[in-house]
Each structure stands twice: as C-alpha cells, then as structure tokens.
C-alpha cells in the first residue's frame, strides 16, 4: 500500500519561511508523480494552491512556491501571513502503481 | 466563473446505495477530466476516482475499488458516482475536483454529505 507522508504539524512566525514535504514510500518523488499541494480552512473546501511540482494557479499567493528537496516534494511559504494558518495537503499520482492519486495526511500550520 | 455543484448526499444504511452528482458550468466540461475526493470527519482528505474527457480512462481507490462506480455525461455537463455496498466507513464529504491527466487540478465544489448509520 503506498502511503505519502507528510509532517503532521508545524508552526512558524509571521513573516517567517516555513517549508513543508511530501514524502513517498514508493521512493523519491520526482516530477513524474506530478506533485499538487492544497490548502484547507475549517469548514471551508479545499483550495488548489500548485500543480505539476512548481507551477502556480492564478490566485495562488506569490509567497508560496513548489520545489523537489531531498526525494521528497516540498511547499515553502516565504513572508508567512496569519490567513496561512490552515491545513495544507499534497497529492501524488502513483501513475505506475496502478494509477491512482494519494494524498498526505496533512499538515497542520500555525502561524504563532 | 467555473462553478462545480454536487448533489445527491445523504443517509443510508448499511450495504445500501447512492449515486452522487456533480454539475458543472463555466467552462467546456468534455474537455477536462474530473475526479471525486472524500473527507471523513475530522480526517483528512482521500482521492476516491478519476475519470478522463472520453471515459476512456478510470481510476479507483482500492477502499472502494468494485464498489463505486465513476461516470459522466459530457452532453449534461455531470459527473457522477454510483456508489453500493456502503459501508458505515464511506461517511464522509465527497468533493468534485476539475483536471487530471495533463491539466491541473484546480476548481473544487463545496462537496455533499453522505452518512451511512444504521
């Protein structure tokens, strides 16, 4: 069973840099997972925030950048705001384990 | 405005079934591949199918691999799920989320609610 791990939580500072990861039990994530990461508020449906490793969406904030770090893919948010507190997810595309996406289990950010 | 609105959640029993639909406008629904997601309360989210422009191409999660079925209706602009043999670890929100393939995944619907509960 693939199973994309992610930190459960972290915290940072506003204004701080935090980075995010997403790791797979499959091996280094490489572009060909296709790499997207997702915010969540409470209550709220999920927003897509990059694709494709390191591209952005058109309402994706500047502040937040896609990269691959270390076999794992990453989401680095520079200049924290206070409305970055929120759940953030990554999905992976297991294209040559039968074909399906997988989600991170999440991690929680607090802007403290 | 791309708008996705799902539809068609509820309660159920046990072992019973459902089908989910997702209405989409703004934009040409033939040309893009849709999936559905679900997010179990207070869990986190879960990629369920992924169907492409044609049908052609489909996907399952194993959690409801032979159990759910992923279709759409590009001339009514829906995407739906057919869902039996529910079980009570099926509750959760599903979502309709545009892309796949080559596109991104961009646009979410604000998702239905399905409970099954005896």
């Known amino acids: ?112 | 405005e791309v708008q996705l609105v799902e539809s068609g959640g509820g309660l159920v029993k046990p072992g019973g079934s459902l089908r989910l639909s997702c209405a989409a406008s703004g934009f040409t629904f033939s040309n893009f591949g849709m999936n559905w997601v679900r997010q179990a309360p207070g869990k986190g989210l879960e990629w369920v199918s992924s169907i492409s422009t044609s049908t052609s191409v489909i996907y399952y999660s194993d959690s409801v691999k032979g159990r759910f079925i992923v279709s759409r209706d590009n001339a009514k602009n829906s995407l739906y799920l057919q869902m039996n043999s529910l079980r009570v670890e099926d509750t959760a929100v599903y979502y309709c989320l545009r892309g796949g393939g080559r596109d991104p995944l961009d646009y979410w619907g604000q998702g239905t609610l399905l409970t099954v509960s005896s």
């Open chain 1, 1 to 112: 069973q693939t199973v994309v791990t992610q930190e459960p939580s972290l915290t940072v500072s506003p204004g701080g840099t935090v980075t995010l990861t997403c790791a797979s039990n499959t091996g280094a994530v490489t572009s060909g997972y296709y790499p997207n990461w997702f915010q969540q508020k409470p209550g709220q449906a999920p927003r897509a925030l990059i694709y494709s490793t390191n591209n952005k969406h058109s309402w994706t904030p500047a502040r937040f950048s896609g990269s691959l770090l270390g076999g794992k893919a990453a989401l680095t948010l520079s200049g924290v705001q206070p409305e970055d507190e929120a759940e953030y997810y990554c999905l992976l595309h297991l294209l040559h384990y039968g074909g399906a996406w997988v989600f991170g289990g999440g991690t929680k950010l607090t802007v403290l």
